[in-house]
Protein backbone atom coordinates (compact mmCIF):
# COMPACT_ATOMS: atom_id res chain seq x y z
CA UNK A 1 0.00 0.00 0.00
CA UNK A 2 2.81 2.29 0.51
CA UNK A 3 3.93 1.63 -2.92
CA UNK A 4 1.09 3.96 -4.26
CA UNK A 5 2.59 6.26 -2.99
CA UNK A 6 5.09 6.48 -5.60
CA UNK A 7 2.37 6.17 -8.26
CA UNK A 8 0.90 9.17 -7.57
CA UNK A 9 0.15 11.74 -9.82
CA UNK A 10 -1.31 12.01 -12.91
CA UNK A 11 -3.85 13.49 -15.34
CA UNK A 12 -5.88 13.99 -18.52
CA UNK A 13 -4.69 10.88 -20.29
CA UNK A 14 -1.95 12.62 -23.17
CA UNK A 15 -1.31 9.51 -26.03
CA UNK A 16 1.30 12.02 -27.55
CA UNK A 17 4.79 11.43 -26.98
CA UNK A 18 7.36 13.61 -24.55
CA UNK A 19 8.82 15.21 -27.63
CA UNK A 20 5.14 17.16 -28.33
CA UNK A 21 4.56 18.05 -24.52
CA UNK A 22 6.75 20.79 -22.32
CA UNK A 23 10.05 18.80 -21.41
CA UNK A 24 10.33 18.16 -17.97
CA UNK A 25 13.54 16.81 -16.45
CA UNK A 26 13.21 14.19 -13.82
CA UNK A 27 16.68 13.82 -12.16
CA UNK A 28 18.08 10.46 -11.54
CA UNK A 29 18.17 10.11 -8.37
CA UNK A 30 18.32 7.53 -4.96
CA UNK A 31 16.16 8.72 -1.93
CA UNK A 32 16.25 7.23 1.52
CA UNK A 33 12.89 7.68 3.80
CA UNK A 34 12.47 6.93 7.14
CA UNK A 35 8.42 5.76 8.29
CA UNK A 36 7.01 6.17 11.68
CA UNK A 37 3.38 6.23 12.88
CA UNK A 38 1.60 9.49 12.90
CA UNK A 39 -1.61 8.97 14.28
CA UNK A 40 -3.90 5.65 15.29
CA UNK A 41 -7.81 5.51 16.34
CA UNK A 42 -8.72 3.61 19.23
CA UNK A 43 -10.82 1.51 16.38
CA UNK A 44 -7.40 -0.52 15.80
CA UNK A 45 -5.29 -2.02 18.51
CA UNK A 46 -1.69 -1.20 16.21
CA UNK A 47 0.66 0.68 18.86
CA UNK A 48 3.50 1.25 16.90
CA UNK A 49 5.00 1.63 13.22
CA UNK A 50 8.66 1.72 11.70
CA UNK A 51 10.02 1.42 8.26
CA UNK A 52 12.34 2.51 5.72
CA UNK A 53 11.94 3.13 1.88
CA UNK A 54 14.56 3.08 -0.63
CA UNK A 55 13.35 4.55 -3.81
CA UNK A 56 15.70 4.60 -6.97
CA UNK A 57 15.12 6.15 -10.18
CA UNK A 58 17.46 5.89 -13.34
CA UNK A 59 17.42 6.86 -17.07
CA UNK A 60 16.31 9.72 -19.21
CA UNK A 61 13.84 9.89 -22.35
CA UNK A 62 16.14 8.70 -24.38
CA UNK A 63 16.61 5.45 -22.48
CA UNK A 64 13.80 5.17 -20.59
CA UNK A 65 13.43 4.84 -17.19
CA UNK A 66 14.24 2.47 -14.12
CA UNK A 67 12.68 2.56 -10.89
CA UNK A 68 13.68 0.09 -8.13
CA UNK A 69 11.12 0.30 -4.51
CA UNK A 70 11.58 -1.11 -1.13
CA UNK A 71 10.13 -0.67 1.59
CA UNK A 72 10.68 -2.77 4.92
CA UNK A 73 8.20 -2.13 8.10
CA UNK A 74 7.61 -4.05 11.35
CA UNK A 75 4.20 -3.51 13.10
CA UNK A 76 3.48 -3.44 16.77
CA UNK A 77 0.29 -4.86 17.43
CA UNK A 78 -1.24 -5.43 21.51
CA UNK A 79 -0.91 -8.57 21.99
CA UNK A 80 0.60 -10.15 18.75
CA UNK A 81 4.23 -10.69 17.65
CA UNK A 82 5.72 -8.02 15.77
CA UNK A 83 4.96 -8.23 11.94
CA UNK A 84 7.35 -7.54 9.55
CA UNK A 85 7.01 -6.68 5.80
CA UNK A 86 9.19 -6.46 2.61
CA UNK A 87 7.76 -4.98 -0.51
CA UNK A 88 9.97 -4.63 -3.60
CA UNK A 89 9.02 -3.80 -6.95
CA UNK A 90 11.29 -2.95 -9.98
CA UNK A 91 10.20 -1.51 -12.77
CA UNK A 92 11.33 -0.13 -16.30
CA UNK A 93 9.00 2.61 -18.93
CA UNK A 94 9.58 3.87 -22.06
CA UNK A 95 10.84 6.95 -22.30
CA UNK A 96 7.39 8.35 -24.28
CA UNK A 97 5.62 6.38 -21.71
CA UNK A 98 3.81 3.77 -23.88
CA UNK A 99 5.11 0.73 -22.38
CA UNK A 100 5.35 -0.30 -18.71
CA UNK A 101 7.22 -3.33 -17.50
CA UNK A 102 6.75 -4.37 -13.70
CA UNK A 103 7.59 -7.07 -11.07
CA UNK A 104 6.47 -6.57 -8.12
CA UNK A 105 6.92 -8.89 -4.56
CA UNK A 106 5.40 -8.49 -1.37
CA UNK A 107 6.72 -10.84 1.48
CA UNK A 108 5.39 -11.13 5.43
CA UNK A 109 7.77 -12.73 7.05
CA UNK A 110 9.32 -15.47 5.17
CA UNK A 111 6.83 -15.84 3.34
CA UNK A 112 5.60 -14.05 -0.39
CA UNK A 113 2.20 -13.26 -0.39
CA UNK A 114 2.08 -11.77 -3.59
CA UNK A 115 3.93 -11.54 -6.84
CA UNK A 116 3.34 -10.40 -9.84
CA UNK A 117 5.42 -9.83 -13.19
CA UNK A 118 4.47 -8.40 -16.54
CA UNK A 119 4.02 -6.24 -18.95
CA UNK A 120 1.39 -3.18 -19.96
CA UNK A 121 0.87 -1.08 -23.42
CA UNK A 122 -1.01 1.82 -23.76
CA UNK A 123 -2.94 1.92 -26.76
CA UNK A 124 -5.59 3.83 -29.19
CA UNK A 125 -7.97 2.54 -26.41
CA UNK A 126 -6.80 1.04 -23.43
CA UNK A 127 -3.99 -0.72 -22.46
CA UNK A 128 -2.88 -3.86 -22.72
CA UNK A 129 -1.43 -6.24 -19.68
CA UNK A 130 0.18 -8.86 -20.67
CA UNK A 131 0.87 -10.92 -17.40
CA UNK A 132 3.54 -13.65 -16.74
CA UNK A 133 3.42 -14.69 -12.93
CA UNK A 134 1.89 -15.64 -11.16
CA UNK A 135 -0.57 -16.94 -14.28
CA UNK A 136 -0.08 -16.53 -18.12
CA UNK A 137 -2.67 -14.37 -19.13
CA UNK A 138 -3.67 -11.23 -21.48
CA UNK A 139 -6.29 -8.43 -20.91
CA UNK A 140 -7.07 -4.92 -21.50
CA UNK A 141 -7.98 -2.58 -18.91
CA UNK A 142 -9.50 1.44 -19.33
CA UNK A 143 -6.54 4.05 -20.40
CA UNK A 144 -4.62 5.35 -17.52
CA UNK A 145 -1.08 6.29 -17.10
CA UNK A 146 2.09 5.06 -16.05
CA UNK A 147 3.87 6.08 -13.43
CA UNK A 148 6.86 8.47 -14.48
CA UNK A 149 4.31 9.72 -17.25
CA UNK A 150 2.15 10.46 -13.97
CA UNK A 151 5.02 12.24 -12.30
CA UNK A 152 6.10 14.50 -15.05
CA UNK A 153 2.53 15.12 -15.60
CA UNK A 154 1.95 16.38 -12.16
CA UNK A 155 4.74 18.99 -12.84
CA UNK A 156 3.32 20.04 -15.89
CA UNK A 157 0.41 20.91 -14.25
CA UNK A 158 1.91 22.50 -11.34
CA UNK A 159 4.00 24.95 -13.41
CA UNK A 160 0.90 25.91 -15.12
CA UNK A 161 -1.11 26.74 -12.04
CA UNK A 162 -3.53 24.00 -12.28
CA UNK A 163 -4.63 22.80 -9.06
CA UNK A 164 -7.60 19.95 -9.21
CA UNK A 165 -8.02 17.50 -11.47
CA UNK A 166 -8.69 13.09 -11.63
CA UNK A 167 -6.87 10.71 -13.47
CA UNK A 168 -6.43 6.91 -13.65
CA UNK A 169 -3.28 5.29 -12.82
CA UNK A 170 -2.11 1.53 -13.60
CA UNK A 171 1.04 0.67 -11.58
CA UNK A 172 1.05 -3.15 -11.46
CA UNK A 173 -0.40 -3.56 -7.96
CA UNK A 174 -3.79 -4.79 -6.74
CA UNK A 175 -3.16 -8.07 -8.70
CA UNK A 176 -2.13 -5.96 -11.85
CA UNK A 177 -5.80 -6.17 -12.94
CA UNK A 178 -7.23 -2.93 -12.54
CA UNK A 179 -6.24 0.96 -12.80
CA UNK A 180 -6.60 3.44 -9.98
CA UNK A 181 -8.93 6.39 -9.94
CA UNK A 182 -7.12 9.74 -8.02
CA UNK A 183 -8.09 13.20 -7.34
CA UNK A 184 -5.28 15.55 -6.99
CA UNK A 185 -5.02 18.70 -5.36
CA UNK A 186 -1.89 21.12 -6.44
CA UNK A 187 -0.95 23.90 -3.93
CA UNK A 188 0.68 27.00 -4.44
CA UNK A 189 4.24 26.72 -5.05
CA UNK A 190 6.18 27.58 -2.02
CA UNK A 191 9.52 28.81 -0.91
CA UNK A 192 12.25 26.06 0.48
CA UNK A 193 12.24 26.70 4.13
CA UNK A 194 15.58 25.41 6.30
CA UNK A 195 14.34 21.92 8.14
CA UNK A 196 15.65 18.84 8.91
CA UNK A 197 14.91 17.28 5.51
CA UNK A 198 16.34 20.46 3.42
CA UNK A 199 19.74 19.69 5.36
CA UNK A 200 19.76 15.96 3.29
CA UNK A 201 19.13 17.87 0.18
CA UNK A 202 22.19 20.72 -0.26
CA UNK A 203 22.20 19.42 -4.15
CA UNK A 204 18.51 20.20 -4.95
CA UNK A 205 18.81 23.46 -7.12
CA UNK A 206 15.94 24.13 -6.70
CA UNK A 207 14.40 26.31 -3.81
CA UNK A 208 10.80 25.95 -4.03
CA UNK A 209 8.33 22.90 -4.05
CA UNK A 210 4.72 22.46 -4.28
CA UNK A 211 2.58 20.80 -1.76
CA UNK A 212 0.19 17.64 -3.20
CA UNK A 213 -2.78 15.98 -2.07
CA UNK A 214 -4.32 12.71 -3.80
CA UNK A 215 -6.66 10.44 -3.06
CA UNK A 216 -7.53 7.11 -4.21
CA UNK A 217 -10.72 5.51 -5.00
CA UNK A 218 -11.88 1.88 -5.39
CA UNK A 219 -15.48 1.90 -6.12
CA UNK A 220 -15.47 -1.70 -5.47
CA UNK A 221 -14.30 -1.41 -1.98
CA UNK A 222 -16.00 1.91 -0.88
CA UNK A 223 -19.45 1.87 -2.44
CA UNK A 224 -19.61 5.17 -0.26
CA UNK A 225 -17.67 7.19 -2.67
CA UNK A 226 -14.91 8.10 -0.09
CA UNK A 227 -11.27 7.31 -1.16
CA UNK A 228 -9.93 4.66 0.61
CA UNK A 229 -6.63 6.39 1.85
CA UNK A 230 -5.04 9.81 0.94
CA UNK A 231 -1.52 10.39 0.38
CA UNK A 232 0.52 14.26 0.94
CA UNK A 233 4.16 15.28 -0.06
CA UNK A 234 5.84 18.12 -1.41
CA UNK A 235 7.62 17.56 -4.73
CA UNK A 236 10.36 19.34 -6.37
CA UNK A 237 10.23 20.34 -9.97
CA UNK A 238 13.11 17.48 -10.46
CA UNK A 239 10.87 14.87 -9.39
CA UNK A 240 12.03 14.67 -5.56
CA UNK A 241 9.45 14.38 -3.30
CA UNK A 242 9.60 14.62 0.77
CA UNK A 243 7.72 14.63 3.85
CA UNK A 244 5.42 12.02 3.03
CA UNK A 245 2.41 11.49 4.80
CA UNK A 246 -0.14 8.81 3.86
CA UNK A 247 -3.98 9.15 5.61
CA UNK A 248 -5.88 5.33 6.09
CA UNK A 249 -8.49 6.99 8.13
CA UNK A 250 -8.39 4.65 11.25
CA UNK A 251 -4.49 5.56 10.95
CA UNK A 252 -1.77 7.59 9.57
CA UNK A 253 1.88 7.36 8.54
CA UNK A 254 4.55 9.88 8.04
CA UNK A 255 7.99 9.66 6.33
CA UNK A 256 10.90 12.24 6.29
CA UNK A 257 14.06 12.25 3.90
CA UNK A 258 16.84 10.06 5.57
CA UNK A 259 19.57 11.10 2.17
CA UNK A 260 19.16 12.06 -0.95
CA UNK A 261 22.02 10.78 -3.50
CA UNK A 262 21.89 12.35 -7.21
CA UNK A 263 22.72 9.55 -9.75
CA UNK A 264 25.03 10.04 -12.68
CA UNK A 265 23.25 10.49 -15.97
CA UNK A 266 23.12 8.16 -19.40
CA UNK A 267 25.58 8.40 -21.90
CA UNK A 268 23.06 9.49 -24.86
CA UNK A 269 21.73 12.19 -21.91
CA UNK A 270 23.41 14.84 -24.89
CA UNK A 271 21.21 13.89 -27.06
CA UNK A 272 18.30 13.76 -25.30
CA UNK A 273 18.83 17.28 -24.36
CA UNK A 274 19.73 18.53 -27.82
CA UNK A 275 16.36 16.74 -29.19
CA UNK A 276 14.58 18.64 -26.92
CA UNK A 277 12.76 15.53 -25.21
CA UNK A 278 13.37 15.26 -21.54
Known amino acids: MIRSLFIIISYIVFLCTARAEEPV ?9 DFRLDN ?3 EITVSGMSGRMVYELTGSACQGYRTRFRFISRIHIEGMPVRLTDQQTTSYETGDSRTFRFNITDQEGEEVTYHAEGVAKRTQDGITVILKKPKEKEYKLAMAEFPIMQLKNIIRHAKAGNHFYNVT ?5 NKANKVIKESIVIGKKKALLS ?15 WPVTISYFDDGENKDGLPIYRSSFLL ?10 L ?3 TFSV ?11 LGKDFDQCENANIK
Do not use: C, Q, W
Open 169 to 173: VFDGT
Open 195 to 209: DSETEKMRKLDEEEY
Open 40 to 42: VSH
Open 254 to 264: RAKLNSLEFLE
Open 236 to 245: HENGVMRDLH
Open 25 to 33: FIVPHRAIY
Open 247 to 249: DYG
